[in-house]
T-cell receptor
């Protein structure tokens, strides 16, 4: 089974802090994704990476950056956290090379910015 | 542009009753369709997927969904609801490329 692990289940930070959310997958997947989930809005894609050191902006990249130095790890960075970034953050990974492949999700990080 | 619409943000059914969660999509090409379930405080778990072939697909936990191209729909059903089915359900669509498009989710409540 695919295992996608997010480093923190709950996180509380202050406005202006630099925040790192970490995600690791154990299936050698090429593609990795960061979403945020808000009530009534579903999942919105922040960034995705289709290979090491490769990244593309999703629908809501403003205020975020990402890092993918190793294939198994995809980090989401809030450069200067703001209260409107309080949300549930979900990481996913997916095998490339086939449009039929689903995404596999971690358990999420519930981030509160005070 | 790709979009996914889930009708009804909240659905309540009695235990043992039919579950029907609706999903409509817009796509200019044949899509790949997915249903995910999210239990409280957990990530999304794949229920089932449609890629090609048989339009009625069966998933885990007794769920199934039917792809109807003429109606651009992919509704999720289960004949008899169980208390453990209470969760949030997301429909997702993928065309080509890497991006998935998710609906806004439907929260299912099962009444004993």
């Amino acid at each position: 089974d695919v295992k996608v692990t997010q480093s923190s289940r709950y996180l509380v930070k202050r406005t202006g802090e630099k925040v790192f959310l970490e995600c690791v997958q154990d299936m050698d997947h090429e593609n990795m994704f960061w979403y945020r989930q808000d009530p009534g809005l579903g999942l919105r894609l922040i960034y995705f990476s289709y290979d090491v050191k490769m990244k593309e902006k999703g629908d809501i990249p403003e205020g975020y950056s990402v890092s993918r130095e190793k294939k198994e790890r995809f980090s989401l960075i809030l450069e200067s956290a703001s209260t409107n970034q309080t949300s549930m953050y979900l990481c996913a990974s997916r095998e490339a090379g086939g449009v039929k492949q689903p995404q596999h999700f971690g358990d999420g990080t519930r981030l509160s910015i005070l | 542009a790709q979009s996914v619409t889930q009708l009804g943000s909240h659905v309540s059914v009695s235990e043992g009753a039919l579950v029907l969660l609706r999903c409509n999509y817009s796509s200019s090409v044949p899509p790949y369709l997915f249903w995910y379930v999210q239990y409280p405080n957990q990530g999304l778990q794949l229920l089932l997927k449609y890629t090609t072939g048989a339009t009625l697909v069966k998933g885990i936990n007794g769920f199934e969904a039917e792809f109807k191209k003429s109606e651009t729909s992919f509704h999720l059903t289960k004949p008899s609801a169980h208390m453990s089915d209470a969760a949030e359900y997301f429909c997702a669509v993928r065309e080509t490329g890497n991006q998935f498009y998710f609906g806004t989710g439907t929260s299912l409540t099962v009444i004993p």
